[in-house]
Nanobody
Framework: QVQLVESGGGLVQVGGSLRLSCAAS????????MGWYRQAPGKQRELVAT???????NYVDSVKGRFTISRDNAKNTVYLQMNSLKPEDTAVYYC?????????WGQGTQVTVSS
């Protein structure tokens, strides 16, 4: 079983920054993909960014140039540095890991950007 624990959400003003962290524990394949998704009220959950254990990254267009995903493989931890935040970034952010053929989710952390 794999567990994900997220931290770092909160309330920030437009243009501000936040850093999310997610630590994974349990039986994790060394080759895996970690990522962040978000779900705004009334909307479907969407991919924000992913990063492979080799360091390859992928971003949704709306966050390119503003968000940076990174990871520490020794700690099985993934980070999301969010800069120049906009009101439309307000959502619950979920950490995800694909290990083997299974996907695991964190409990979510609220990010609110006030204008």
């Amino acid at each position: 079983q794999v567990q994900l624990v997220e931290s770092g959400g909160g309330l920030v003003q437009v243009g501000g920054s936040l850093r999310l962290s997610c630590a994974a524990s349990g039986s994790i394949f060394s080759s895996n993909v970690m990522g962040w998704y978000r779900q705004a009220p009334g909307k479907q959950r969407e991919l924000v960014a992913t990063i492979t254990s080799g360091g390859s990254t992928n971003y949704v267009d709306s966050v390119k140039g503003r968000f940076t995903i990174s990871r520490d493989n020794a700690k099985n931890t993934v980070y999301l540095q969010m800069n120049s935040l906009k009101p439309e970034d307000t959502a619950v952010y979920y950490c995800n890991i694909k290990s083997g053929v299974r996907y695991y989710w964190g409990q979510g952390t609220q990010v609110t950007v006030s204008s």
